[in-house]
């Protein structure tokens, strides 16, 4: 038997968290809790470990595993100089983010370029995230220019474009993680250099807050450079900037990679990882998500309204947007987060036959037909 902690907003983990396991839940509201006798503590990106938040590691914890891809919030070099082992879900939620940037890019289109093509896409990272919004991309017959230098070293069946050529495009993606050093650090990457002289229809930053800078952005922005952007993350995160998510066409709060395959496979991927580092029954971890049947028979036919019922990201939105007066707005951009119903990915939804022959957008993005 193991002890651990884990952050009680770690969806389904009392139902996927090893049966060898004693389990303890935390409130990250309440800010981080003693770990003193546990074995192993399972965190999420509102949780920051380091030697500042984080000064007294007990000998008895072993193991911290993340239900997020990215791990900027933990001090990895101080963490493992402890002893600690360290597990992320990278990957967990690739393709809600992808169907997160392919369902605004739809939005996008229809509101701002009914029945023109998208334009070459520049995909920046083109990891698990980046790559799943590639695949998805390619089915609209959109052309992707992939950038990731990074990914070009350490895997030798990838070439990446160049940063001419990916800054030579009419919309923007960013799939990277937040770095700060380093020879391919990302932080402030989009910045009022590579913004000099170019014209973009679009941008989209579904990855972290701080790769773009957003006063470049606004600059951009306002001199007419840049026609119109989505954001899911902020720079100063949950504070986020209202007037850069006034300006913004969709203004999310951090939800791109939220769909309810996701979560799942974030809590049971670091639960494994647990169960493999303290040698217990990985088996015992597999949790079945049957499909939904969306009853959209009565619905306006147009592909906004289809889209905007079957993913809540303009609900999202409307819902950041009437937080911009309150003065508790970051408290308020958590549980926006943390409250919602995490929606189901496109190929879990079934809907009516005759609508997926009507819109084949709908089949592309996965959707499947009602079953009798």
Known sequence: MIHVLADQNLHKIEEIIPPQAKL?????????PNPKGFDAMLVRTVTHLNERTFPNIPESLQFIGTGSSGTDHLDQEYLEAHGITLADAKGSNARAVAEYVMTALLLWRAKFAPNEEFGKVGVIGVGEAGSAVVKLMQNFGIECVEYDPPRQERDKSFSSATLEEVLDTDILTFHVPLDLKGVYATHHWLDDEKLKGRSY???????????IDEKALMKSFKAGGIDQYILDVWEKEPDFNTEVASQAYIATPHIAGYSEQAKVNATQIICKKMAAHFGLNENAIDYEIHPKTENLEYTSCDLTTILTELHPIMGYDKALRDLFDQPDKGRLFRNLRNEWPYRYEYPS?????????????LQKLGVQPVTQ
């Open 24 to 32: 303890t839940l935390y409130d990250p509201a309440e800010g981080i």
């Open 201 to 211: 229809k679009l941008i989209i930053n579904a990855a972290r807050g701080g790769i």
């Open 349 to 361: 939804l079934r809907i009516l036959q005759t609508l997926l022959d009507e819109f084949s957008e």
